[in-house]
């Protein structure tokens, strides 16, 4: 028996579940757009283009208790009618603009890295959503470079996660103790995957630049022991130096352990933490960062999930 639930509207308008004869969202961490997939009945009204589209994921666990995956709102971009009757049609979490394509030219000067964000997310239209140290920021420069592209290489700075979903802008500390947490039993899951890498993994980050003041090279280590990473760049003091070895060394370090997972669906989303139970002899349990889902629904089958995880 399945006990899923699928709701999903278009324009506001309830769509009957039993004209879809399948439906994907893929949800990723970073600058990825979140995409909805359908394949409906031949009679299914063509929706408009940019016609906007919410979609939740809902099953019944312990005969009781329901369990809500809120996916969003999406915008319509593609309509494919296949052998003149197949109806399938992909819709985005982020309705693409000539805004986002924009290259910019612009220097922050000090400021903090939210009065950066808020700026950038007011161009796109966006609202925003900071949840990571708001560093003092001395001088930066945005030099003929897209507004996403900009954000994008800021949050590889500082090891956050940049996303836009439901028209927020999401920059998020990786490693914020606040992010959701979801345990998995691996024992249930219809299949899994855990890969560990030769990658090497680094205990500490040396950052070094030529302060010209001085006229000398200046270091400044985040972290303690061998092996140690070592970094140059132009920095404008050593607290800057500092913010960004701890960055760089995180982002390095992410990936010695990687994995994916299919199971019956949960409410999990992509940036959010998994807690992995049950592994072989537990020699795998413990948390990791979600990179990637898909949750899938088919009309015999129900909700079901594959996820794709990395420590």
């Not at 900071?130 to 700075?157: A, G, H, M, P, Y």
């Amino acid at each position: 028996m399945v006990n899923d639930i699928v709701e999903l509207s278009i324009d506001g308008k309830s769509v009957n579940i039993e004209d879809v004869l399948s439906l994907s969202f893929s949800d990723s961490a970073g600058v990825k757009s979140d995409k909805v997939s359908l394949k409906v009945m031949p009679y299914f009204p063509k929706p408009a283009p940019s016609a906007k589209l919410e979609l939740t994921f809902k099953t019944l666990k312990n005969g009781s208790e329901i369990e809500s995956l809120e996916c969003g709102l999406f915008h319509v971009q593609t309509v494919t009618r296949s052998d003149t009757k197949d109806l399938s049609f992909s819709a985005t979490g982020v309705e693409f603009n000539d805004a986002q394509k924009e290259r910019i030219s612009h220097n922050y000067q000090n400021t903090k890295l939210s009065s950066i964000i808020d700026i950038v997310a007011g161009r796109l239209g966006h609202k925003v959503k900071f949840q990571t140290d708001d560093i003092d920021i001395k001088s930066l420069n945005q030099t003929n470079e897209s507004d996403i592209n900009f954000l994008d290489r800021l949050s590889k700075t500082y090891n956050c996660l940049f996303s836009i979903k439901n028209d927020f802008i999401y920059f998020v500390n990786k490693d914020d103790e606040n992010l959701p947490l979801t345990k998995i039993d691996v024992s249930k899951c219809s299949s899994s995957s855990i890969k560990h890498s030769t990658k090497t993994f680094y205990k500490s980050c040396e950052a070094s630049w030529h302060d010209t003041d001085n006229a000398k090279i200046k270091k400044v280590t985040f972290g303690d022991g061998t092996p140690v990473l070592k970094i140059k760049g132009t920095y404008i003091d050593e607290a800057d130096a500092l913010v960004k070895a701890k960055s760089k060394l995180k982002s390095v370090n992410k990936g010695t352990i990687s994995g994916s997972l299919s199971l019956k669906g949960i409410s999990v989303y992509a940036g959010t933490k998994v807690e992995l139970v049950n592994t072989y002899q537990g020699e795998d349990d413990g948390v990791y960062s979600v990179v990637s889902c898909n949750h899938s629904y088919i009309r015999n089958s129900g909700w079901n999930c594959s996820i794709e995880i990395e420590n």
